[in-house]
């Protein structure tokens, strides 16, 4: 019934514009509208794209992996970058968790927000059109305007909303990511150059890109510029330390979209571009060593970093840095339960981690502090408050049942089918998120309430229930019934192995640098179900 009512008003041809250019809207009535209702009109517009959002759970075909709803317009012809959108089952989920975190994130910063709500809020809605962007772009040039757009909205909110040392976080967060994305757009340039000499026509489309032939040392040095820039927003262990500034200053509304969704900008872009783009470099033992061995030391290193914060926001803030290695695991895991784990985790890690800065705003709403030694014992006197945080918790930590579980062992079993030493290894990650979760709970909610603010502390408000039971909804169902999710993302993950297991394999970092080495001539994925000669056909041309 609702596929059908969908096909009748033309659903798939105007739903993915309408996602990006509604909330652009959005900040003109913002803008425009009086400061007192700027917040009202916020919540209520992204609540209509969220809802606008859903209907893509029934209109994508869970049976295809290929690009669906694909539109394309000529932006700069002359330069060949288009207006090209489209959607397949690793961006469908990360347009629905953007929808869902920044409709909720508007709404939990109503007590928060107290000064120029305008200019907030216009941020907030240009944000959410700027994330929904770079994951429906399937142009390379249009993809990288959308993935610095997501900056300047960012960098405002933390600098103007954020703590006593928000100049300095803002800062080093743009400096961070804007040098690390410069290295993609020497990436981007490169490759439409070669493009347009291979094709004939100047071209920045993602399916024509998939048609470059790169040698491997190509390849090595273009996987570095993209990696560099990705790693940075995962953000990979050493590039992360941007991040726990960002987040304790920002205010809660900006840590929640940070948290949920520009973190998953840097991890989308390994599966969308990384792994497709540069098969060869992205299978190369080195190159996998490497970013694997990154990612077990970002898990057990932000784990017991996390352990000794005295700042509830900065401890959540180094165990994203934490669940993003093991997103990175699963990647480079280059398996289907690998993949498939990593972006379950992903989508867990948007919700739970959110939901951890949620409650930690509303206690800062409450107390005006962050510090875990200033509660104690609050469980008493906000039982429904320390329900949610013990099951947001839960979740962070991958308790069996909820979504954090379903996440973390797919990503380690993925591991453990091609590199079982580095999946134990990692497993202690899981041991460690206990050890610092787990005190830091007992500290806030169940110690003696021996301090009297605490004895006062008011327990979640109607609107707070209303922000957190969906996410703790989806908490719970996606740990109990993970396969709706799984069934839409596989078909899609299985076209990017199939592509990488399809290039030529990349034998030793030497041979692959060595001069004169072979093109490696990819195909395309629409191609790959039509090839039977993938390991046996010439698949290299003499390098000039």
């Not at 909205?153 to 990511?177: D, N, Q, S």
């Not at 700042?311 to 180094?318: F, H, I, M, R, T």
């Not at 839960?394 to 062992?409: N, Y």
Request: net charge negative; with cysteine; aromatic share 12%.
């Amino acid at each position: 019934m609702m596929t059908s009512l969908l096909e009748s008003i033309g659903y798939v041809g105007w739903v993915l514009h309408a996602l990006i250019w509604l909330p652009i809207l959005g900040v003109g009535l913002v803008l425009w509208g009086e400061e007192e209702v700027a917040k009202k009109v916020a919540f209520w517009w992204s609540m209509g794209v969220l809802v606008l959002s859903l209907g893509l759970w029934w209109a994508f075909d869970p049976t295809q992996g290929s690009m669906q709803m694909e539109s394309s317009t000529p932006w700069i012809e002359t330069w060949g970058v288009s207006y090209s959108l489209g959607i397949d089952g690793i961006s469908l989920f990360m347009v629905l968790l953007t929808t869902l975190t920044s409709a909720l994130a508007i709404l939990g910063s109503f007590n928060y927000i107290k000064e120029r709500q305008r200019a907030f809020y216009a941020l907030m809605l240009l944000l959410q059109a700027g994330v929904v962007g770079v994951f429906v772009a399937t142009d390379l040039m249009l993809f990288y305007v959308f993935f610095e757009l997501t900056l300047v909205p960012m960098y405002f909110i933390v600098g103007i909303w954020g703590g006593e040392r928000r100049i300095y976080a803002a800062i080093k967060f743009f400096l961070y990511t804007a040098l690390g994305s410069l290295l993609m757009l020497v990436g981007i340039l490169y490759m439409a150059f070669t493009a347009n000499e291979l094709l004939g026509f100047p071209t920045f489309a993602y399916a024509d890109m998939l048609q470059v032939p790169l040698t491997g040392t190509e390849q090595l040095w273009l996987f570095t510029a993209f990696a560099l820039a990705f790693s940075v927003k995962v953000p990979v262990f050493p590039l992360h330390t941007w991040l726990p500034d960002a987040h304790v200053e920002a205010p809660t509304p900006g840590s929640v979209v940070l948290a949920a969704v520009l973190l998953k900008m840097g991890t989308y872009g390994f599966l969308r571009f990384l792994l497709p783009l540069f098969p060869v470099a992205a299978q190369h033992t080195t190159v996998v060593y490497v970013m694997l061995v990154l990612a077990v030391i970002g898990i057990i290193y932000t784990a017991w970093v996390a352990a000794v914060q005295p700042d509830a926001k900065k401890l959540v803030a180094y165990t994203s840095v934490a669940h993003m290695g093991f997103v990175l695991l699963g990647i480079f895991a280059l398996t289907v339960n690998g993949l498939q784990g990593g972006l379950i985790v992903m989508i867990s890690h948007g919700i739970s981690t959110g939901a951890l800065f949620l409650l930690l705003g509303m206690l800062y709403e409450r107390r005006h502090t962050r510090k875990i030694e200033d509660f104690g014992g609050i469980g008493r006197v906000a039982p429904l408050f320390a329900t949610v945080f013990v099951l947001t918790a839960l979740a962070s930590i991958g308790l069996p049942g909820t979504s954090g579980f379903v996440g973390e062992f797919l990503a380690l079993l993925g591991v453990f089918e091609t590199h079982p030493t580095i999946a134990i290894i990692a497993t202690l990650g899981v041991i460690f998120a206990a050890y610092y979760m787990l005190p830091m709970v007992q500290k806030i909610f169940f110690n003696a309430l021996d301090k009297p603010e605490n004895r006062e502390m008011q327990d979640l408000s109607r609107r707070e229930m209303v922000i957190l039971a969906p996410l703790c909804a989806l908490m719970i169902w996606i740990g109990w019934n993970p396969t709706p999710i799984l069934e839409r993302m596989e078909p899609s993950v299985r076209l990017v192995l199939e592509r990488v297991q399809a290039a030529a394999p990349a034998g030793t970092l030497g041979s692959v640098l060595e001069p004169g080495s072979s093109v490696v001539i990819v195909p395309a994925p629409a191609d790959l179900e039509a090839s039977d000669d993938l390991d046996g056909g010439d698949r290299s041309t003499d390098d000039d």
